[in-house]
């Protein structure tokens, strides 16, 4: 059983009249050999990942050695102003605990990747919050979003050095965007459309961290990320079509990321990494981090 | 020859950040590497390439590669403090850096490791992002394989029967083979078998028993979504 593109998941959903995290479960069960309760076994303890990362970056002391990443979290978290409402405060500071305790070496589930591993936490932890949702239908949505990981994976890639930031951040707003939809009643055709959004808004992102190092400009791009989600999943819902469908839109992802240069894909030679202030950052890095090549 | 991925892999693996593809891939290949070296590793010689090469400092690669070989899952906070426990283990390692973006994936590690026992094993493995992997060279034979399957690595004379005789021990024991991969030097062919369920020990001895079979190594994969391997 192979879904190559979204549109196969949403053909299976029609003919078998099941949802798209239950056509995940057969696509699960019959190429892996596992059973349902195995699969929301595993899906609980991503689950269980997910929200103690977002728990430890409000928590605990998160300062990279680099001191680019600075106990960010619990600042916005605590922030007396607002935006647009404490919801979107605190699920911006959900996404850069994760990103706070990731460059920590600290453990989270890599959503689809670890430099992105942010955004579903994020959102998940908010639609619990603000929704009323129960873990078990998060569970669900955690099988909505890996339809467009998987889909991803085929046609595009995860990597920011194949990709770019659209295959990490990108990815993982597509993926949170069908969660949100999911969650909130949306048929397969909106879920679908709020992935086209998501990843139209992250079209032709390049990977430049500073330093090297999965900080700067990682952490703030995933917490961008999950207002990406949230905006994508609402026109989703209100009925707006992507007119681009959300395959085309991954096979563009694709496209976009073999025409990127090299420089602007993790090489740490493009973009904000190669700016006069990220020079001097990776510098001091560099000098932080001292040489550890040799055991003897 | 790629199987489907786990939709837990999409959603993992859950691992020590900070970098699915510089951390927790490395400590995969790095892993696989002690797998196939059956042995305790006393000393590693690692060499980076591409991307690896020029972004593995503070993605914590190093370490994580180094946490693998010495038998940490990406999963395993040990990864930490893989170098002080390399020390203690009496594990030596030495990086070195190069580039070679015609014959290599961009992110792409050598690991040559010897073991207490005096045996050695020689792979290039590439880390293709979100923690997945492809191993791509064993003892300088082209292979292509995730480990995500029990996989059998076996290097034998390329005589005419041998590979019906390899996949005969095996098929009496009842183990079904998925895929097979041979290539071949001069004398020798180089076989990766994927199977659905593990070998056991007396299949592996009696291929180990064929006067014309080099080497046999077993890789296992790991338990899904979680990125814990199998002991
Ligand atoms: S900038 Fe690069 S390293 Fe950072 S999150 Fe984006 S893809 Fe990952």
Same mark, same amino acid.
């Given at each position: ?33 596992? %059973? ?37 979290? *619990?600042?916005?978290? +605590?922030?007396?102003?607002? %935006? ?69 994976? *085929? ?34 055709? +909106? ?61 563009? %992802? ?22 006069? %202030? ?11 981090? *001292? ?6 | ?231």
């Amino acid at each position: 059983m192979e879904f190559n593109y979204l549109s196969e998941i949403v053909d299976y959903c029609r003919r078998e009249g099941k949802d798209i995290a239950q056509a995940m479960v057969d696509y699960e069960i019959r190429n892996k050999g596992t %059973t349902r309760e195995r699969v929301y076994e595993g899906l609980k303890r991503i689950l269980i990942v997910m929200e103690e990362s977002v728990e430890q970056g409000l928590t605990q002391q998160v300062i990279t050695p680099s001191g680019m990443l600075n106990n960010w979290a *619990k600042r916005i978290y +605590q922030s007396p102003k607002e %935006t647009l409402g404490v919801a979107l405060k605190k699920a911006v500071a959900r996404a850069v605990a994760v990103g706070e305790v990731n460059a920590c070496m600290g453990k989270i589930a890599a959503a689809p990747t670890a430099g992105s591993a942010g955004i579903m936490p994020a959102v998940l932890v908010t639609m619990i919050e603000e929704h009323g949702i129960s873990r078990q239908r998060i569970l669900d949505a955690l099988l909505v979003a890996s339809a467009v990981g998987l889909v991803f994976a *085929k046609n595009s890639s995860f990597a920011g050095s194949e990709a770019g930031c659209m295959g990490e951040t990108g990815s993982a707003a597509a993926m949170a965007a069908a969660s949100i939809t999911y969650l909130l009643g949306g048929s397969d055709e +909106q879920i679908l459309e709020s992935i086209g959004f998501a990843l139209k808004a992250s079209m032709g992102l390049v990977c430049d961290p500073v330093g090297g190092l999965v900080e700067e400009p990682c952490t703030t791009r995933n917490a961008v990320g999950v207002a990406n989600a949230f905006v994508s999943a609402q026109m989703a819902l209100a009925g707006i079509k992507s007119l681009i469908p959300a395959d085309e839109v991954i096979l563009a %992802t694709k496209e976009v990321g073999d025409l990127m240069s090299p420089k602007l894909k993790e090489s740490g030679q493009g973009g904000l990494a190669n700016t006069k %202030t990220g020079r001097e950052i990776q510098k001091k890095v560099f000098k932080i981090v *001292k040489e550890e090549g040799r055991s003897s | 020859m790629s199987e489907p991925p786990s939709i837990l892999d999409i959603l993992g693996p859950i691992m020590i950040g900070p970098s699915s593809s510089h951390t927790a891939g490395a400590s995969r290949i790095g892993f696989i590497a002690r797998q196939l070296l059956n042995d305790k590793p006393s000393r590693a010689e690692i060499t980076l390439y591409n991307s690896f090469a020029k972004t593995h400092k503070g993605h914590g690669t190093d370490r994580a590669l180094v946490g693998g070989i010495l038998g940490f899952g990406p999963d395993d906070t040990r990864i930490r403090n893989s170098f002080e426990l390399a020390k203690k283990e009496g594990l030596e390692w030495e990086f070195k850096f190069s580039s070679d973006f015609n014959r290599f994936h961009s992110n792409t590690a050598r690991i040559k490791l010897t073991g207490e026992q005096g045996g050695s094993v020689d792979l290039t493995g590439a880390s293709l992002g979100g923690g997945r992997i492809r191993i791509q060279e064993i003892e300088g034979f082209k292979v292509d394989f995730n480990a995500q399957t029990h996989t059998l690595v076996i290097i034998a004379e390329d005589i005419p029967g041998s590979i019906k005789n390899i996949s005969g021990a095996i098929a009496e024991r009842g183990t079904n083979i998925a895929n097979m991969y041979v290539s071949r030097n001069e004398q020798l062919a180089n076989m990766v078998l994927e199977m659905d369920q593990s070998v056991d020990k007396e299949t592996l001895k009696k291929i180990e028993s064929f006067p014309w079979v080099k080497f046999v190594r077993r890789v296992e994969p790991m338990i899904e979504g979680t990125s814990r391997y199998e002991k």
